[in-house]
């Protein structure tokens, strides 16, 4: 979940709003935006703009890129800032935007919190700290730990989470330099969200959108465990055909330029929900056992720590212990050490990425 800091300028790469058509990042005729603080529960209050209902960032600097925008306060000509007195706790911003003049409009939102001056980020964040609180953990005056604690745990195990899966959960936007594998089929190793062009075999010009099928699907079918780019034919439209022109990404280092918005997400562009959960149960296990315990200044002989017996000679007084607690099981390379949590480690496991994934060469028998 997106964070600013009291004071904290907005920028593109916090709260910002992406608008596909099909897959392709498209410039809408009219988007605003505006913004509630939910710190009280649901609807909660509008607090930008004061008026009109919503900031328009059409033909704004808000406007970073083709269908691409961000929150944007025209009048004083900066990224949305949060006052210095503005509610601590979780905010809401809501879009809105017509693709042409006649078209309805259409209208999306996305959470986002608002920290204490010293406590900003400039990471995209799963969860919140409201999250973590809502769990239990107590407030710093209560003798729990302090915000800016609880969203550093947030971040350090969340890095740990996309290491451990090879994904991230959030949309990011990038640009992409593949190799080409001589056939018409790119695969990728992250779920593809939209895309904004296709650069050929170290070409200056973007492809031509007919001539490509974006596999980007989250429910059905669902092309998350399996995104790719197809060449295909404009005239026959028959994606199981070689394109007309024998149009291919042709065999090279770096020699394909894609640029467009990955991640796992959901169609509402949030993370998953176990995704959200595993982080959770993590940083509240991490929170509640200190790196360096207290100890006493002395400590007692510990008792031996035996398991079953499991062999005894009686002639020539050998016994065999087993491991105290039973054998235990080989933990998954990468983990061990890091929680024992049976339920974190299977979802973990549900959303891992593939190592690498390699596309079949075509090959041209005439």
Known sequence: MPALSRGQENTSSIINWFITVNGVLTDATSVGFRIFDITGGLPGTQIFPTSPDYEEVVGSSGHFGVG??????????????????????????????????????????????????????????????????????????????????????????????????????????????????????????????????????????????????????VSHPDDRKNPRIKLVSASERDIFCKPFGELMFRKGEQNQEIKGTFGYVEDDGMPPRLIQRALTKLVIEKLMNPVYAATPSSLPTPPPLVGALLEEWTDGHKKKWGQAGGTLKARAPGLSGITSDQEILDILRLYKGPIGVGAPVYRNLR
Do not use: C, M
Request: no cysteine.
């Open 68 to 217: 691409s925008y961000f929150a944007y306060d025209t009048g004083n000509t900066q990224g949305w800032t949060p006052e210095l007195t503005a509610s601590v706790g979780t905010h809401r911003i809501e879009w809105r935007w017509k693709i042409s003049a006649n078209a309805p409009y259409q209208s999306g939102f996305e959470d986002f919190e608002v920290l204490v001056q010293s406590g900003g980020s400039s990471s995209d964040t799963y969860i919140n700290i409201a999250d973590i609180r809502n769990e239990g953990v107590p407030e710093e005056v209560d003798g729990g730990p302090s915000d800016e604690k609880v969203l550093a745990y947030i971040e350090t195990w969340q890095a740990f989470i996309e290491r451990a899966t090879r994904q991230w959960f959030v949309p990011r936007a990038s640009i992409l330099s593949v190799d080409g594998n001589e056939s018409n089929l790119l695969q990728f190793s992250v779920p593809i969200i939209s895309i904004d062009y296709v650069k050929l075999n170290n070409g200056s010009d973007e492809l031509d959108t007919d001539l490509y099928k974006v596999y980007n699907g």
